[in-house]
């Protein structure tokens, strides 16, 4: 197994875009402390990033975004860069296709062995297994003898995290299996766009474009695969956060209006009501009630 370990530190740039660099066979694992430190990753190789402790800053080609500690990003698509604006302790684990496959190899032959882009709070489990490999790098005996079984442990865990989305494979177009992943790759791009920009209408031709797609062809094939349009996944995940920020902050509604891109504080409120029953106040003072009863219980 081949699994090449860099460090970097404060102000440190690592990229592994360079030609010298790549190896179709290697796997790095990239530790990472302190302000300022770049990694540049080529498009199309397969990474898992992990914050462990303050907020990572991800780049790429058309959206930039910002991962919590504790959340894991797998990332497969354009150019990727990160960066580090305040204290950061963060580890990388990437590589091209060739050098995860015996890694992830053994899944459902429906499914293939690739892991799509997916972001969220990181199993436990996998965040262990990270950690550990990225203490190897001293133990060369330990990294060749353990290590391909806690690459293939951890790309059974993700794969895992990824059921229900790779449950959606069949509903993609395509003719064979690689065209359908490639089809799922293109919507997840229009996905991603949507979530990294709440606080903007994106429009339709953009994301369309970001898909390679003409827009009548993106909404049908969208809604094949998801059982919803672009459009109405936005106003779910804008209806999702409007809920949130009004039930678990004091922000006032015209912060809150101004935050998540509505028109008016009118046009918030109306929104609000007719996706949830009730207003935001109400909203508000049905929280605070049920709160005040968990202390007196």
Known sequence: MSVQHHRIHFAEHLDLSA??????????????????VQLDLPPNWLSLWLPLRGPLRLEAADSAWDLAPGHLQVWRDSRLRSSARGPCWWLCLCGPDLAWKPH???????QGNDLFPWEGAAPREASRLLVRLGRLDARPN?????????????????????????????????RTLRRRQQTLLRLLRVQHLIRRHPDVRLDLG??????????????RIYREVFDETPTEYAARLRSDRAWRMVRDTRMPVCEITEALGFESQSAFC?????SFGVTAT????????????GRAA
């Open 19 to 36: 030609a010298g660099v790549r190896d179709s066979s290697t796997l790095h694992l990239v530790r990472a402390s302190g302000r300022a």
């Open 104 to 110: 992830l190899d053994g899944a459902p032959q429906a």
């Open 142 to 174: 330990e990294l060749s003898a353990n290590g391909p079984t806690l690459l293939r442990t951890l790309g059974a865990l993700l794969r895992e995290e990824q059921r229900e989305l790779l449950e959606r494979l069949p509903r993609c177009s395509g």
């Open 206 to 219: 953009r994301l369309a474009r970001s898909a390679s797609y003409s827009p009548c062809h993106l909404i």
């Open 270 to 274: 109306r929104a609000f009501k007719n």
């Open 282 to 293: 109400q909203a508000r003072r049905a929280e605070s009630a049920r709160i005040a009863r």
